[in-house]
């Protein structure tokens, strides 16, 4: 996806909020993840396997330097500044 495309459909489920977008992505159909958007006037669908492993790394060094005394980690928020 890019910049300024509209999802439209999800796993077969039209989407316009986005709390419908995080319902129909829990529920891919036939093993398949399935998205229609538009990219202007251009209609595209995207129709991929799941994948097979899924996995995510979160980088350490903010996580310590938090604990080390609140530090600011996301949207300039500081955590640990009550």
């Known amino acids: 996806m890019r910049a300024n495309d509209r999802l439209v459909e999800v796993n077969g489920r039209p989407v316009t909020e986005p709390a419908d977008v995080q319902a129909a992505w829990r529920d891919p159909q036939d093993g398949r993840v399935r998205v229609v958007l ?3 006037e251009q209609e ?5 396997p799941l994948p ?3 996995g995510y790394e979160v980088a350490a060094a ?3 330097a938090h604990l080390a005394g609140g530090v600011a980690l996301a949207d300039d928020a500081a955590i640990g500044d009550d």
């Open 38 to 40: 538009l990219r202007g």
């Open 44 to 48: 595209l669908r995207l129709d991929e």
């Open 52 to 54: 097979t492993v899924l």
């Open 62 to 64: 903010p996580w310590r």
